[in-house]
């Protein structure tokens, strides 16, 4: 090789060599930036396992700590929330809500989650006939439909609900080891085309990227949300979900049977049962929003089963989300997003509450109008 061949090889290294290092630059400062504004590191043991019990995690009685980086106070049944005696009074009109992080509130301040907000809400157009709103939420996170059901049976329904109100979001259907250990394992088997495999793995090598690099978590769904402007689907997190609301996919079959259970039990408790359903994090315009699958899934089963349903994504079209996430590379709502799901809720539930009170009013009035039982004793 003469000379000139050599310091063109050179020059090639040195500049494919500058080309790199002006790329891992501002990636490393991005990368390193991100740390730095990423929540604290949690302090406290808020959560402890439950082998015995199939909500198999529940939080520890009396904890305080921080999760998420947000302060977490836990009364004596382990939930982020006041004390409340398990009976309640007469004008008094009790909400029990079931859900997960999103509902739970990670990141975001104990006052402002969307229950508290639905609660003040309510009370502030409470009707005649209801003296006092009490919501209480018995949301943990990473709890799924099915550990939702078993804290309904635990602990929802011996704190006597009027109402029980499920915060649905859609990770509800991916499953535990221990539940999918349950099924039975011809029930999760399937074929798949080479297509389907291939996209499949690229959605694993995401999902992994996400875990180890913030700056990727950071940029991954907004390059989605470009890409789905053009017209792009078919890879990523959110078609991984989208995927999972087939009707015959176990995690979608076990989180429907689980809520006909739940209704049941409110039913026989004698309590109104509705479900929540909460939008994806991110831009909520129709043309972009990527998990309208899951919306309609639901919307469908609740209609079939007679199941009332708020989809709250029908007043929030258009906001945003992914402006209110309580850090840069944390998705769950913040203050302000609790606030609108939270006002939401109340919009829709605020008929609900004045049908209820209008039955409770009619009821009353017919037993006091009754003539009075009179006993009749045996003659001789």
Known sequence: MDRKSQRRGREWIVSIALVTVSLMLPLAAGEILLRVLASAPDIGKLFAEAPDSEVESRGVAFARGRYAGAPVVLNSLGMREREFAPAHGRGTFRIVVLGDSMSFGQGAPQEGVWPRVMEAKLAEARPAGIDVIEVINLSVPGYNTLQELAQLRE???????DLVVVGFFYNDVELTPRQLARLDP???????????????????AITALKGSSLLFAYLSPRIGAVFRRFGGKGFGQTENYNAMYGADMPGWVQARNALLEMKALAAQAGSDFVVVVIPAMVNCAPQTYPMQKYHDAMSAFAHDNAITHVDLLRQLRGIDFSRMWVSPTDGHPDAEAHRLLGEAAARALAAHLATTAHVRHTRATS????PPLILKTATK
């Open 155 to 161: 602990v929802g329904l011996g704190l006597h609900p």
């Open 186 to 204: 011809g029930s999760a088997a399937g074929t798949s085309s080479g297509a389907a495999d291939m996209r499949s793995s690229i959605n694993r």
């Open 367 to 370: 037993a006091s109008n009754s």
